[in-house]
């Protein structure tokens, strides 16, 4: 199994950014995608997460208006569009998978596989 996230970078607030999560070695509609993402001192949150096979999503209040999750099922990659960036949301931001039944949930603990991570750092 790989995850592999990418994508990630310097940018000014206000700015985009547009992270892929590309993922192999396991049944793609078996599976939910989820995005985290960790502050240096803080724990590692739960933004953003997708099923793949219906299309259902969860955004935290954190991100909901400004971030969208999508998924390219033939690619078997999801992506998060990060728009109006805040210099709060600089983070090393992580893809996972979840083997799960029903809405994907935002829990780390609940994903399998990880990514090795990717850094997104906003200026003010």
């Known amino acids: 199994v790989k995850v592999v996230e990418s994508g990630g970078g310097l940018v000014q607030a206000g700015g985009s950014l547009r992270l892929s999560c590309a993922a192999s070695?396991?049944?793609?509609?078996?599976?939910?995608i989820g995005w985290f993402r960790q502050a240096p001192g803080k724990e590692r949150e739960g933004i953003s997460c997708?099923?793949?096979?219906?299309?259902?999503?969860y955004y935290a209040d954190s991100v909901k208006g400004r971030f969208t999750i999508s998924s390219d099922n033939a690619k078997q990659t999801v992506y998060l569009q990060m728009n109006s960036l805040k210099p709060e949301d600089t983070a090393v931001y992580y893809c996972?998978?979840?083997?799960?039944?029903?809405?994907?949930?935002?829990?780390?603990?609940?994903?399998?596989?990880w990514g090795q991570g990717t850094q997104v750092t906003v200026s003010s």
């Open positions: 996972a998978a979840d083997r799960t039944v029903g809405a994907p949930t935002p829990i780390p603990i609940a994903y399998d596989y």
């Open positions: 070695g396991f049944i793609w509609d078996d599976y939910a």
């Open positions: 997708i099923s793949p096979s219906d299309g259902s999503t």
